[in-house]
């Protein structure tokens, strides 16, 4: 599934967008790019005042973190490193990041994930 809905130029969702979407897209097509199962019907489809679309909000705070933490800072560091140290060392240097990260005790309210997920 691609992360279309990350995108730069991803535009807001609504019932009438999705209607199109089904309409116009195959099923392989809607669930490749979208991750939406097309022949399934929610069972808020014909609630009035329930847009799901709009109950959900971005979570901003996430977003923030993954485009700084994550898209930027940690390329950066490995651009960095493979500079200063050649491609070998600064693979070695990685994987002890990724090892010390993985390695972390469980922690009460502490989120892990072993698998980078």
């Known amino acids: 599934m691609s992360n279309i ?3 730069h130029n991803s535009i807001l969702w609504s019932h009438q967008h999705m209607e199109f979407c089904i309409c116009a897209l195959i099923l392989v097509e809607l669930w490749d790019q979208y991750g939406v199962v097309g022949n399934l019907t929610p069972f808020t489809n014909d609630f009035p005042h ?9 979570d901003l705070l996430h977003q923030i973190i993954k485009g700084v933490f994550k898209d930027h800072l940690v ?3 490995g651009k960095y490193l493979k500079i200063t140290h050649g491609e070998a060392e600064a693979n070695q240097i ?3 990041i ?3 990260i993985a390695a972390v005790l469980l922690y009460p ?3 892990h994930f072993p698998e980078g997920q």
Do not use: C, G, S, V
């Open 5 to 7: 809905l990350d995108e």
């Open 50 to 58: 329930a847009d799901i679309y709009k109950m959900l909000t971005p």
């Open 75 to 77: 390329t950066w560091i």
């Open 94 to 96: 990685l994987d002890d």
């Open 98 to 100: 990724d090892w010390r």
């Open 109 to 111: 309210n502490l989120w």
